[in-house]
């Protein structure tokens, strides 16, 4: 079966850009989460979907972020502005019952 | 509060000897501990799951064991190989009515030549 897809693999941007990473989780997952992993640290969850509700955003930065999941297929992540901490790998990964798969994430470098 | 700690934080060994990760949780309710491989600037990549009963799970040259009474796991990674560099991460998800995971900060290995 299909992995979990994400583009673009890499992005570099200058601060107070907008960027916007999207997401095709594998077919029939249900649930849909967005991860921010800093270097050398774990992943943190953003946002968690079930279909195309929201779920968890409680360590989303609304000021900036923003998440959507149109059709409860697909989804985008949004970042406007940017700020240098920003740089990071962002996973997404789905879960269609017992255990997460992960996409090969995007790096973002914020200059 | 639900926590994964991991150790050691970092690891370096000689291609060919064998090495054990670390994994402590609290975390409740428990149903079921992950292992991941991640590559550098790659996402991770499942090793192995277990659940409450499940005492040890292997993947070829990876084993996970699962002591739930003690809350510890632990990954034995033998006769490493070069391509065993990566950040090893420990995941234990809780059921909530949803699942929660909850991310260990990983084991940076590094195997040496």
């Known amino acids: 079966e299909a992995g979990v897809a994400q583009s673009p693999r890499y992005k570099i941007i200058e601060k107070r850009q907008s960027v916007a990473f999207w997401c095709n989780p594998i077919?029939?997952?249900?649930?849909l989460y967005w991860y921010q992993q800093i270097l050398g640290q774990g992943p943190k969850l953003l946002i968690q979907?079930?279909?195309?509700?929201?779920?968890?955003d409680s360590q989303l930065p609304k000021d900036r972020f923003s998440a959507e999941r149109l059709k409860g297929v697909d989804s985008t992540l949004k970042i406007q502005p940017a700020k240098l901490e920003d740089s990071a790998v962002y996973l997404c990964?789905?879960?269609?019952?017992?255990?997460?798969?992960f996409g090969p994430g995007t790096r973002l470098t914020v200059l | 509060k639900n926590q994964v700690e991991q150790s050691p934080q970092s690891l370096i060994i000689l291609e060919g000897k064998n090495c054990t990760l670390q994994?402590?949780?609290?975390?409740?309710?428990?149903?079921?501990l992950r292992w991941y491989k991640q590559d550098t600037g790659r996402g991770p990549v499942s090793l192995t799951i277990?659940?409450?009963?499940?005492n040890t799970k292997s993947n070829g040259r990876y084993t996970a064991t699962l002591d739930a009474d003690t809350k510890q796991s632990s990954l034995h990674i033998t006769a490493s190989q070069l391509s065993d560099s990566a950040s090893y991460i420990c995941?234990?998800?809780?059921?909530?009515?949803?699942?929660?995971?909850?991310f260990g900060t990983g084991t940076r290995l590094k195997v040496l030549a």
């Open positions: 990964a789905s879960s269609g019952g017992v255990g997460q798969f």
């Open positions: 077919s029939g997952h249900a649930t």
């Open positions: 979907f079930q279909n195309n509700g929201v779920v968890d």
């Open positions: 994994c402590n949780y609290t975390v409740s309710p428990f149903s079921n």
């Open positions: 277990m659940t409450f009963s499940e």
């Open positions: 995941v234990v998800s809780a059921d909530v009515g949803t699942y929660k995971y909850i």
